[in-house]
């Protein structure tokens, strides 16, 4: 039985005047140098708070600095600042940087991956609110655990929660990459990164080509297959589309369209690749039920059961349709109001089914011709 871990919240705010104090004194805390914004007190309050030193091992940091803005200046000095405090570092792969908008508050966390302790600290006002809690990545997977966590960290709770403890369990960098662009770790994430390991493993591009995604449906793996395979909508590498209502079983699972292009012989392959996501559930002992009662704890639930299986992409993504790709079929593809499905013939066209005996059949029916008044 699990344990509950989390620990009583402890909040502690810098005031103004105390800012004010700090600046002209020199003591730790937070303090603006040429425009920008000096976080070097906070991070040692931090540590101080959690307890550990910059040589305590099993650090982590999570942060948006590099990304928000404080009063209009950029955040990179931050991230530096993060380092030298905590001795947690981007090439040593424990310091991530969360992708933010540029107007989100800046806020960082260290976590402890021995104790499972999180100090996290997020500036607002002028002044940084510091908040610890035990964010064991287990206890999360609870409902109890996880409403203890989320009242203490609040929305930030699902980015920090589930990146700070995939960290914790080995996740692979380039996993952890995927985290930071979608700014959280989540059941749908993971399957594009399975996808995406999946294309390059049975369909590996040859000198001269390129993946081209048309994503339908859309969902959260999007995100992963742009970090991993350079895909983005900007350098017109994705399509990202709705999914039309199909009752076909052909598209069941359907997880969008892969292309393997050769720009140089204008002509390539395409598959449909799909993603099973029942037995994602069942390797995570989670049912769809557990989806409507328990919410957030039953995807944190399944991030842990599926990371298990991060290089077994075969266990749940499988090849639906293969096609030859024309540069014609290309363009009709990626163009909107254009269902990919039924340009490949994996679906009927609804408006192209003959209704022309059923209509006879119904005018029959009713004793009526065309040219019956009224």
């Not at 662009?181 to 996808?195: A, D, Q």
């Not at 742009?226 to 052909?250: C, I, W, Y």
């Amino acid at each position: 039985m699990l344990k509950c871990l989390w620990e009583v919240t402890e909040m502690k705010t810098i005031s103004a005047l105390g800012l004010i104090m700090l600046l002209c004194s020199g003591f730790t805390g937070i303090a603006a140098a040429d425009g920008s914004i000096d976080i070097t007190g906070a991070v040692q309050d931090a540590m101080d708070a959690l307890g550990v030193t910059s040589e305590t091992p099993g650090l982590c940091v999570l942060t948006d600095a590099g990304y928000v803005k404080v009063d209009g200046e950029t955040t990179e000095g931050c991230i530096a600042t993060i380092r030298e405090g905590t001795g947690c570092s981007i090439g040593d792969g424990n310091l991530l940087t969360v992708h933010r908008s540029v107007n989100s508050p800046l806020w960082f966390a260290i976590f402890d991956n021995e104790t499972k302790d999180c100090v996290y600290a997020v500036y607002s006002g002028g002044a940084f609110t510091t908040t610890k809690v035990n964010i064991d990545g287990e206890n999360a997977t609870t409902s109890d655990g996880w409403n203890a966590i989320s009242d203490a960290l609040g929305s930030d709770a699902f980015t920090i929660v589930g990146i700070a403890n995939a960290w914790g369990y080995g996740a692979p960098y380039d996993f952890l990459k995927c985290m930071e662009f979608h700014n959280h770790l989540c059941p749908g994430m993971t399957s594009g990164y399975m996808l995406g390991d999946y294309l390059q493993k049975e369909y590996p591009l040859g000198d001269g080509e390129k993946y081209v995604v048309i994503s339908c449906p859309v969902w959260c793996k999007d995100d992963a297959l742009q970090v991993m395979l350079d895909t983005t909508v900007g350098k017109r590498s994705m399509f990202a589309k709705n999914m039309p209502a199909h009752d076909e079983d052909a598209v069941e699972n359907a997880a969008g369209i892969y292309i393997v292009w050769n720009s140089a012989l204008n002509n390539g392959t395409g598959v449909v690749l799909s993603f099973d996501f029942g037995e994602a559930r069942n390797v995570s002992n989670v049912t769809d039920s557990d989806f409507n009662t328990y919410p957030m704890a039953s995807r944190i639930k399944m991030d842990w059961g599926m990371m298990p299986y991060l290089n077994q992409p075969e266990m749940f993504v499988s090849t639906l349709h293969t096609f030859d790709v024309t540069s014609d079929l290309l363009k009709r593809l990626e163009l909107a109001g254009v269902d990919p499905y039924i340009e490949i013939g994996l679906v009927d066209d609804p408006c192209a089914i003959d209704i022309s005996d059923a209509l006879q059949d119904a005018m029959s029916t009713l004793g009526v011709t065309r040219e019956t008044p009224g």
